[in-house]
Antibody, heavy 118, light 110 residues
């Protein structure tokens, strides 16, 4: 059974860099990992994905500030979002991305709330 | 404003049917697969339909997906109180080079 779990700081100051890690269990082959965020009371926004063998794709609207990377053991992938503002306050989810072509997100982590406030 | 348009809310009595539309264009829904997610209050989204009309293991057959042209549809029949949630569609947009989510639809069981 595949499981994902987000971890990282929950409170940031404006201009700091958001850094989150997603730990994946139950996956024995290469996989696509992805990040999605949801501001409080609002809808879902795709951030980007990474393939465990290296392919990376970002949402064009966030591309200038986002870096997604794979851990050396390939059971973790990470998100960095630089120069955060209050608009980046959201629940951040990681998920496995699947399908051919890619089209579904399953399963999801429980999510972690990141608040940006001075 | 979302690339994919969903109605903000739909409602029906227990046992009845609701239909949620997700309207896009030929740069997304018209050419790529759509998946659907149920998000209960305070919980992470859960996949309920993949590849336009595929049903993951454990999802009841009263939940189904379909697509015609640039509009995808999620049907829930035999509505139950536990179906009360926010539902989102998502697909890849070929022009944007990005996954795009619908704005979400709140299902209320009367």
């Amino acid at each position: 059974q595949v499981k994902l779990q987000e971890s990282g700081p929950g409170l940031l100051r404006p201009s700091e860099t958001l850094s989150l890690t997603c730990t994946v269990s139950g996956v024995s082959t290469d996989y696509y990992g992805t990040w999605v965020r949801q501001p409080p009371g609002k809808g879902l926004e795709w951030i980007g994905y990474i393939y465990s063998s290296g392919t990376i794709k970002y949402n064009p609207s966030l591309k200038s500030r986002v870096t997604i990377s794979m851990g050396t053991s390939k059971n973790q992938f990470s998100l960095k979002l630089k120069s955060v503002t209050a608009a980046d306050t959201a629940v951040y989810y990681c998920a496995r991305l699947g399908g051919s072509p890619l089209n579904w997100f399953d399963p999801w982590g429980q999510g972690t709330l990141v608040t940006v406030s001075s | 404003q979302s690339v994919l348009t969903q109605p903000p809310s739909v409602s029906a009595a227990p046992g009845q049917r609701v239909t949620i539309s997700c309207s896009g264009s030929n740069s997304n829904i018209g050419k790529t697969y759509v998946s659907w997610y149920q998000q209960l209050p305070g919980a992470a989204p859960k996949l309920v339909v993949h590849d336009d009309n595929g049903r993951p293991s454990g999802i009841p057959d009263r939940i189904s997906g379909s697509k015609s042209g640039t509009t995808a549809t999620l049907d829930i029949t035999g509505l139950q109180p536990g179906d009360e949630a926010e539902y989102y569609c998502v697909t890849w947009d070929l022009s944007l080079g990005s996954f795009v989510f619908g704005s979400g639809t709140k299902v209320t069981v009367l």
